[in-house]
């Protein structure tokens, strides 16, 4: 092979190389590249810190973080997404997905990599041509298509950090609102077992009247069927507890020893302020996730469908590249030849690809403008539930709180007084019992309703799981 071939085939690879992006390269090669953005969104709208843990050791230690967090404490509902979010395997996955994007995003910006290939042909007989064919292939149409390509690889790297932003902020409501469940069920138990212990003692003191004879069997049934009406729903109320629990520590990651933690036996009060923010829907739509990735989805749309109107002449084309060398033998001594070569083979259409593309550009982008439109629509309308459901709940719980339970408490004082006075039966005794006991789990119920109309807000503004909102 002669200098001038040598040279030529060796200046390919740098030509190609001078199309790397090296700062594009830095920021797509970063061990977190794209993850800043998760950790800014989940601070800014959960309070919590996100973490991404990508070897083992790192994992170790967010175990053991999580461990000194909740073993055998008893943990509020910041905890309990603080420890999802850095223990849960399935986000962890999801943020592998996010590295896959930075890793393609890599890729393309180290532009096109070049391939050689080298062939000999002749006959092997003294005086027939002999053929030496230096060939670079596939990579003139990548380098011509090099910054389209990096544009929709960045846009597709913005849209999987929003994924992976809206996938931390579902799993801290879903947390959030599984703490709740839990605390709730749990509260609803120890209610219940107040109410039965009230209950265990009128119905002794009916058996015992019963025993005397002032008491008839229909009247010591009514006493009885009280307590064990209650013991059955103690029992389902400490079963559904234990479930929400179970659900909770399976959102956190824990298992083995670490689910040795408890939660609170009652959910916090009502704040003092009303809640609710008038600017509700503004704000979903500049924070959803969902309505980023869609605008980011239109923008991939046109970048492609630009791309293929470019590269639409080229694409049914397979181009080589190189330069060939000829050798002969002559009566005079071996001569050598050297030409360049562009070989192309391609194929004919056999229909318009312009203006079927240009229809395919169109009808995509048209569909992801409607969507997108859709999920903004939507948007505003879970926003303006989320507001309603978070003041709506709010009012009805105050409403039991400072209207209901008062006048029950008043009504409890007052038939103990008659019973003690014997002008009043245990049998109105412990229907009164039972009226103001609904009227706790009522107020309990409501106040849970509210807590989770306050999660659900953070999901409506955000993105994410928006249970609860109903």
Not at 72 to 87: F, H, S, W, Y
Not at 157 to 167: I, S
Not at 444 to 450: G, H, I, Q, R
């Amino acid at each position: 092979m002669n200098r001038t071939l040598k040279l030529g085939v060796a200046l390919v690879p740098l030509a190609l190389a001078a199309c790397a992006d090296a700062g594009l390269v830095g920021q797509a090669s970063a061990p977190d590249a794209g993850f800043s953005l998760v950790s800014s969104g989940t601070k800014q709208a959960t309070g919590a810190s996100g973490v991404w843990a990508q070897s083992a050791a790192e994992v170790a230690a967010n175990e053991a973080r999580a461990r000194a967090l909740v073993h055998r404490k008893t943990i509020g509902p910041e905890t309990a997404v603080q420890v999802a979010l850095m223990n849960n395997r399935g986000l962890q996955a999801a943020y592998a997905d996010l590295g896959l994007s930075a890793a393609n995003l890599w890729e393309v910006a180290m532009g096109p990599v070049p391939s050689f290939g080298v062939t000999i042909s002749g006959i092997g007989e003294v005086g027939l041509a002999w053929s030496l064919e230096a060939v670079v292939t596939g990579v003139i149409l990548d380098a011509a298509t090099v910054k389209p390509r990096r544009a929709i690889a960045q846009t597709k790297f913005q849209q999987a950090q929003f994924a992976a932003l809206g996938a931390t902020i579902a799993l801290a409501t879903e947390t959030r609102q599984a703490w709740i469940d839990a605390v709730a069920a749990f509260e609803a138990a120890a209610l219940i077992g107040r109410a039965q212990g009230t209950a265990d003692a009128a119905s002794e003191l009916a058996a015992e009247l019963g025993r005397t004879g002032a008491m008839n069997r229909a009247d010591q049934a009514r006493e009885h069927v009280f307590t064990a009406e209650l013991a059955a729903e103690r029992a389902d109320a400490r079963l559904e507890a234990q479930l929400a629990k179970e659900k909770l520590t399976r959102l956190m990651g824990l298992w083995g020893a670490d689910i040795d933690f408890y939660v609170p036996d009652r959910l916090p009060g009502l704040p003092g302020r009303r809640p609710g923010r008038s600017d509700v829907e503004k704000l979903a739509l500049e924070h959803r996730t969902d309505l980023a990735i869609g605008r980011l989805e239109l923008e991939a749309i046109a970048q492609e469908y630009r791309l293929e109107g470019q590269t639409r002449m080229l694409s049914d084309i397979e181009i080589t590249a190189g330069a060939e060398v000829e050798r002969s033998d002559t009566p005079t001594g071996r001569e050598t030849e050297t030409s360049r070569v562009l070989e192309a083979s391609f194929e004919i259409p056999l229909y318009d690809t312009g203006k079927l593309t240009s229809r395919r550009g169109e009808l995509a982008y048209m569909r992801a403008a409607n969507e997108l439109a859709q999920a903004a629509v939507n948007a505003r309308s879970e926003a303006r539930s989320a507001h309603a459901a978070v003041t709506g709940k709010y009012n009805i719980a105050r409403h039991w709180r400072d209207e209901v339970l008062p006048l029950r408490r008043t009504i409890d004082a007052e038939a103990l007084k008659s019973y003690n006075g014997m002008l009043t039966s245990t049998f109105e005794l412990i229907t009164d019992a039972r009226e103001g006991l609904e009227a706790e789990l009522s107020y309990a119920e409501a106040k849970a309703d509210y807590w989770h109309a306050e999660a659900a807000m953070t999901a409506a503004i955000w993105g994410g799981a928006t249970g609860g909102a109903e």
